[in-house]
């Protein structure tokens, strides 16, 4: 097997061209390897590449680049996207979370993604970059389906852009225990009270992470009725009913699809009651 | 010395990273050796083609059924090295010794195998119908897939029925799960030129390998030099002679080269001992004062493929039903049943995690159905010294009532039945164990031989295996604190079957106990010959005389002093001198069970209790621990930080048990072969466990202590089922305790309700 580490992102995209496997923590890949589900002929190092390591404010977008690793996000992005850092904190161990990106958690494209939720929610947009240019996909245009994306086979993620936080993100996941879970099923809330705005997408309930619409827009038709003070008991439930029923999950080792279902209504009702009472912006 | 902390003798070596364990094992012109497992649960194979694996450069062998020796092993004596028929997805079919990795996994693609596949039968209660395929048609000595029945009956059971005011009944299952040590297997092997063998491997039954080594494979035994490096975890999965061993020998002798064979992670879940699910129907009775009268199982356990060590849990299983608290009566029906599956080993606690799972979960239900606190009903029917049980076990020291008082008050048990509506619970368990051996074989000794050189340093050489439970540490305190000389002068070896006097193995919580009085009695001879030579030099009578930190004076005349390697040193060098060494071996004063498994096979028995206090999450079912109180009756703690972390670390594997692990299969296949979704606990889930040790000195054990390898696992899930009983009011009859399961239990109060006769 061919290892390459460019130094610039111009001869990364020359050997990814040449149809080299792109590797940055390797937390997924290097489990395909152990299990000798994959052997790619080559393999491109993305951590060598500065271009891909920053984040930085863009146009009133965040530019997060693909190899920020989980552990920079929980410690720089705290006020600017509370539910991405939320997540990254439940991502494996330390050890992982050292290593591990946000780009290589969306090429997985795994509906299990722990990063993939809050991005949604906040309507994220990823970049892809190769040598024919840049183009930027709404990330529910760019996850495809179970471990497929809408990267090409020249591509590389080079960044995700997401909107700084207008008000409150939350993000919860259920998982038998405190560390290194993969979630039985998972939900990120972001709520912009002042444009009503509601994003919802949720994890490990179909074969991608989805977003919730008709409970985003149940939600946002309840923000323009009700009085801001005041969550009705009521829509709480429904809310909790229609994330629920966008779910598409299956049976397995983790859990029933009938339990999946059951404990994302839990969810999705926890994180609007905590959304809710976070007032700093009520 | 005795009662200190101080460091362990490998612990630094181990911080360092500096211990070679049997992976870093390298020999000159060592070949790599990779197994091919069998795809299928149940499969004859047609054909087996191994040319184009042989044809491969750097391919050195290729073993397979077709062109190798091999007998029958195991405790069933059901099992072979390499099969022609594969029994689970995963049995081993053929093996490669290779020039590297790489080679040896393209030889194993190269081996073409016509497999013509069997009906399978995964549920034991499948394979208990008249029509299901049998997993050994080659069996005729049994009935179907029943390979042994472990029956026992105490008493009168039918009239202390008829006295009960209260009698419960349930089901309670366990899961498949697995020992998970960090290290995985690992099997090195090498004939020398006069054609004797030299292994490593992780076992701790050294002498008991060396022998079914030898008689799978038609060897000589006085050929083989077994030796045992540090071990990086067994927890029971290394007990065993398995496959790996015989074939690495197979291998090495095929291909004239030394050959290692090392465990992938994925084939440590697929490829070695776990621990079988068992399914335990229990009906416990009580009188009204909560005296319990009787216990009633059957049980059935799920022992898969073959029998090994694990089809003998069900001894264990037995003795905490008929022996856990006071009994009249008392009846075990008990099958061991093959299934297409994975195959049960020797997994810490033994069949006794599963028994109190649900015995103690009875214990609870007693006490609600009579209204009297859980506690109480235990003290009213603990065991106490002098009891003999109805399987004729004689307690000598025995600490349950205070284990019991201990977590009571340091547990804050008054909560208890007050917490509901925080959806918050604290429930207790305990469990008997032996502490001081088991006789399961016709001796349970531990040979030693102590030597004092001319330096003053003290070798202890012990049949005891060392596994990462502290033995090297606890073996040489006994020595230095019977000598009298400081710690840091004692050694010991006891890896090497060239070296080392007999023992049966490190098992059954028995090493600390076992070879701890072993070393004793060889130290005390030392002693004695040490006194010897120096009251001849210090003109006193050796009886008078006092050693301390390696000083050996004549009582009351502190100056009439001389150092004790300055003794050793007279006593060798000079003419007529002799060598300061002594044997010992000690075999404790036991018996071994009858064919109606009366007998009291230990020589003491440990004891203790658990509290534990969970949450439950009403909504998703996710139970947490916060807090886990344990007394453990260790007789007396040799050494008590040591003792604490057995305990300490039996309880989070317990907590595992009772919580996350569960390895999960489809169709016999392994389906998460991984740490990571096998879902045993990190540092993350482990709540405060507070550990108190409870003395009682022990008469038999070596300065009072008994064995407690395994009791901090044992009453863990009960404890645990028992506190969510006490959150939910609803009665767990299985774990792990997944939030979708409690979930469902909590919708459905039916699955679990208390069952009482009318």
Redesign the interface.
């Known amino acids: 097997m061919e290892f390459w580490q460019p130094q610039s992102l111009t001869e990364a995209l020359e050997i990814r061209e040449q149809g080299a496997e792109p590797v940055a923590g390797g937390t997924d890949l290097m489990?395909d390897l152990?299990?000798?589900r994959r052997r790619p002929k080559a393999l491109l190092d993305l951590s060598q590449l500065p271009e891909l390591r920053e984040w930085d404010r863009v146009d009133g977008w965040l530019r997060l680049g693909a190899a920020l690793t989980y552990t920079r996000a929980i410690a720089e992005l705290g006020g600017l996207l509370p539910g991405l850092v939320l997540a990254s904190r439940t991502v494996g161990?330390p050890q992982i979370r050292n290593r591990g990106t946000l780009g290589g958690n969306l090429a997985t494209a795994s509906p299990a993604g722990d990063a993939l939720p809050p991005l949604m929610a906040a309507g994220a947009e990823v970049e892809l970059v190769s040598r024919r240019g840049t183009r930027r996909l709404p990330l529910p245009a760019f996850l495809l389906g179970p471990k497929r994306s809408a990267l090409a086979d020249d591509e590389l993620v080079a960044a995700v852009w997401v909107p700084p936080a207008r008000g409150p993100q939350q993000f919860a996941k259920?998982g038998?225990?405190?560390?290194?879970?993969?979630a039985?099923c998972s939900l990120a809330l972001d709520l912009d009270p002042e444009r009503r705005r509601v994003g919802c997408a949720i994890g490990s309930v179909g074969p991608t992470v989805l977003r919730a619409t008709e409970a985003e827009r149940f939600l946002e038709g309840t923000l323009e009725e009700s009085d801001w003070a005041a969550l009705p008991a009521a829509a709480q439930g429904r809310f909790g009913e229609l994330v629920a029923a966008a779910a598409r999950p299956i049976d397995d080792?983790r859990?029933?699809a009938a339990?999946r279902r059951?404990?994302l209504s839990?969810l999705a009702r926890r994180c609007l009651a905590w959304a809710w009472t976070d007032g700093s912006w009520a | 010395m005795i009662g200190s902390s101080p460091p362990r003798l490998d612990g630094r070596a181990k911080v360092l990273g500096q211990t070679a364990f049997a992976s870093d094992i390298r020999l000159p012109g060592m070949l790599v050796g990779k197994i091919l497992r069998s795809p299928h649960a149940n499969a004859r194979i047609r054909r087996i083609d191994s040319s184009r694996a042989e044809a491969l450069p750097g391919v050195h062998a290729v073993v397979h059924a077709g062109n190798v020796h091999q007998r029958p092993f195991g405790y069933g004596v059901d099992n072979v090295p390499l099969k022609d028929h594969p029994r689970y997805a995963g049995d081993e079919v053929a093996a490669v010794a290779a020039e590297d990795e790489e080679i040896a996994?393209r030889a194993l693609e190269a081996i073409e195998v016509d497999y013509e596949v069997l009906p399978a039968v995964f549920d034991p209660f499948q394979a208990l119908e008249a029509d299901a395929p049998r997993v050994h048609d080659e069996r005729h000595d049994i009935e179907g897939n029943v390979s042994m029945r472990w029956d026992f009956e105490h008493g009168d059971l039918g009239a202390a029925e008829r006295a009960a005011a209260v009698v419960v009944e349930g089901t309670y299952s366990s899961p498949l799960s697995a020992p998970a040590s960090i290290e995985t297997h690992c099997c090195s092997a090498a004939f020398d030129p006069n054609g004797d063998l030299d292994v490593w491997t992780g076992v701790h039954m050294a002498f008991m390998y060396r022998k079914a080594l030898a008689d799978a494979l038609g060897l000589d035994w006085r050929a083989i030099r077994v030796h045992q490096p540090p071990i990086g975890g067994s927890f029971g999965g290394k007990i065993d002679i398995d496959p790996l061993d015989f074939i690495t020998v197979l291998l090495a002798r095929a291909a004239r080269r030394p050959v290692r064979i090392h465990f992938?992670?994925?084939e440590e879940f697929v490829g070695s001992r776990l621990r079988q699910p068992m399914h335990i129907h229990l009906r416990t009775g009580a009188d009204a004062e909560g005296r319990i009268l009787f216990r009633d199982a059957d049980i059935v356990s799920d022992n898969g493929a073959y029998n090994a060590w694990g089809s003998h849990a069900l001894l264990v299983v037995m003795q905490t039903i008929s022996s856990l608290y006071r009994l009249q009566a008392c009846r075990v029906r008990s099958r061991v049943v093959y299934t297409n599956k994975p195959y049960g080993g020797s997994v810490r606690g033994f069949g006794n995690p599963e028994a109190t799972f649900a015995v103690e979960q009875q214990t609870d239900e007693l006490a609600d159905a009579l209204g009297i606190d859980p506690i109480e009903l235990r003290l009213r029917n603990a065991n106490r010294p002098g009891d003999v049980t109805p399987q004729g076990m004689r307690i000598t020291s025995c600490g349950l009532e205070e284990c019991l008082r201990q977590v009571r008050e340091r547990s804050g048990w008054e909560r208890r039945g007050r917490m509901r509506e925080r959806h918050r619970g604290l429930g207790c368990a305990a469990y008997i164990h032996v502490g001081g051996g088991a006789r399961i074989y016709p001796s349970d000794g531990c040979g030693s031989i102590l030597k004092m050189d001319e330096a003053g340093r003290v070798t202890l050489i012990s049949g005891a295996s060392e596994l990462g439970q502290g033995s090297q540490t606890v073996l040489a305190m006994v020595v230095a604190e019977t000598l009298g000389v400081p710690l840091s002068a004692v050694r010991v070896v006891q890896d090497d079957t060239e070296l080392k006097p007999w023992d049966v193995g490190a098992h059954a919580s028995r090493t600390t106990f076992v070879a701890g009085n072993s070393a004793r009695l060889a130290a005390l001879e030392v002693r004695q010959r040490l006194l010897e030579t120096a009251g001849e030099l210090l003109e006193a009578d050796s009886a008078d005389l006092v050693v301390e930190d390696g000083l050996i004076s004549v009582r009351g005349s502190p100056q009439r002093a001389i150092a004790y390697d300055r003794v050793a040193r007279r006593r060798l060098l000079r003419q007529g001198g002799s060598t300061l060494i002594a044997q010992s071996f000690y075999d404790p004063p036991t018996e071994p069970q009858d064919e109606h498994y009366r007998g009291n096979i230990s020589a003491a028995y440990g004891f203790g209790a658990h509290v534990a206090e969970v949450e439950v999450d009403p909504?998703?079912?996710?139970v947490s621990v916060l807090g886990l109180w344990c007394a453990h009756d260790v007789g007396r703690a040799l050494h008590p930080a040591g003792a604490i972390g057995q305990v300490t670390g039996g309880a989070v594997m317990g907590l595992g048990l009772a919580?996350?692990e569960e390895l999960?299969l489809a169709d016999g296949h392994v389906?998460?072969p991984?740490p990571?979704?096998y879902?045993m606990?990190?540092?993350?889930?482990v709540p405060p466990i507070d550990v108190s040790l409870v003395e009682t000195l022990d008469p038999e054990g070596p300065f009072g202590a008994k064995g407690v390898g395994e009791g901090g696992l044992i009453p863990v899930a009960a404890a645990v089922a028992n506190a969510v009983a006490d959150a939910t009011g609803i009665r767990p009859r299985s774990y792990?305790l997944?939030?979708?399961k409690v979930?469902e239990w909590l919708r459905e109060p039916e699955l679990s309700r208390v069952r009482r006769p009318t």
């Open positions: 489990v152990n299990f000798d161990s259920v038998p225990r405190n560390a290194m879970v993969i039985v080792l859990g029933s339990y059951h404990a839990v | 996994e992938t992670r994925e909504e998703t079912g996710l919580l996350t999960g389906l998460q991984s990571r979704e879902g606990l990190t540092a993350l889930g792990p997944a939030p979708w979930l």
